[in-house]
């Protein structure tokens, strides 16, 4: 385990990446233990996602919020956060404010979605 940072605005956002996992192996428990056909994978809707911001004419709007979602290795490591814009299509992820999101962008165990690209500013 490495020293956590004194900030609270990494520290929150360490939080959500943790409640996260939680979620993911609480999903992975229930799934072993229903013995049922295996779970979506993602971490359950409640923690983020949502239909796309749309304008009053029904177009896209920017994005004003972001998601972060927790991929499980698949060798059994530790696994890495992935951002998203609030409206990309990939599922998952609890949300985060343009704050947490910056924070999170820093985070070496943390990419950005090569579909959504949160990272690039959207064309108005």
Known sequence: MYELPPDPQRLRVIRL????????????????????APVAAGVPSE???GAPQRDKGGAR???????????PDPRGG????????????????????????EVALGMPDVTSCGVCRPEVEPSA
Request: glycine share 12%; proline share 3%.
């Open 17 to 36: 990446y943790l409640q996260m996992q939680i979620a993911a192996v609480d999903a992975k428990i229930q799934e072993a233990e229903s013995d049922s």
């Open 47 to 49: 923690t983020g996602g």
């Open 61 to 71: 709007s920017p994005a004003r919020a972001w998601r972060l979602q927790s991929v």
């Open 78 to 101: 530790s696994g890495r956060g992935v951002l998203h814009r609030d409206d990309c299509r990939v599922p998952g992820g609890g949300r985060l404010n343009r704050q947490e999101f």
